[in-house]
């Protein structure tokens, strides 16, 4: 946020959020654990306040996949947004977000939302540092909301699943490969994967279907055992202490 004054009192502009999925990701598993927490505690107002958060920072992160996708489920591809923003979002009176003016906006990488999505724009060129915060929430949110049998939990469940198939599906589909979009409208990759290579091991793709064997066990289960053991890419796991946080994940 960019303020007018020392006196914070009024906004000029937004910077463009160009990690804003890594962080909602960050976010939704924190709020996950909030929620895992005030249960175990027996809190019924942290209860209510963390499962607030945890549906609007889900479907944040379900926006930063619809938007360039065109939707959400097993029949879309998965394509990431680094964020997203209303073409009308000055018009109605808020303060402009940085790199989405008209004078910013550059061909290569700002793209017009798909299907349903038309009237938002949205930055393109996302990194495997983008995905893992988005596995890392969705694992997470998985692994506390997944057993949960309440009503009011319904639509997390349902919404994990979907957002889990639909990412692994897609990502097998591009042979792991990070998909974007081209200006023209046609998918695109970025040249980044997770498959087992000796830079990185095999952790990110065993993030992924770890994520769908908790979201989705009946569909992701063996797969998850297929590439861990069969394929061998467990035999990567090298300690890394750079990468502690997914060596911590297993």
């Not at 309440?150 to 957002?163: A, F, Q």
């Amino acid at each position: 946020v960019y303020w007018e004054d020392t006196t914070y009192k009024k906004i000029a502009l937004y910077g463009t959020a160009g990690d804003a999925a890594i962080w909602s990701g960050m976010n939704l598993a924190a709020q996950s654990l909030h929620y895992a927490a005030a249960k175990k505690s027996g809190n019924p107002e942290e209860i209510e306040y963390a499962l607030k958060l945890v549906k609007k920072t889900l479907r944040g992160v379900s926006f930063l996949i619809a938007v360039p996708s065109g939707g959400i489920g097993e029949g879309y591809p998965a394509i990431l947004a680094r964020s997203v923003c209303p073409k009308n979002w000055e018009k109605r009176g808020n303060p402009p977000i940085e790199g989405y003016a008209p004078e910013q906006r550059d061909p290569n990488d700002i793209f017009e939302g798909v299907g349903n999505y038309s009237e938002y724009w949205w930055k393109g060129y996302p990194s495997t540092d983008q995905w893992s915060g988005i596995i890392l929430g969705l694992g997470q949110c998985a692994r506390v909301f997944m057993n949960e049998t309440g009503k009011e939990t319904e639509w997390i469940r349902h919404r994990i699943r979907d957002l889990a198939i639909q990412i692994i599906e897609s990502f097998r589909k591009s042979n792991w490969m990070i998909l974007d979009q081209t200006p023209s409208g046609n998918s695109r990759t970025t040249g980044q994967d997770f498959k087992m290579s000796v830079e990185m091991g095999g952790h990110w793709t065993l993030s992924i279907l770890k994520m769908g064997m908790v979201a989705v066990p009946e569909r992701y289960t063996k797969l998850y055992y297929h590439y861990a053991f069969e394929r061998n890419y467990i035999n990567y796991m090298e300690t890394d202490y750079r990468l502690f946080n997914l060596y911590h994940y297993y």
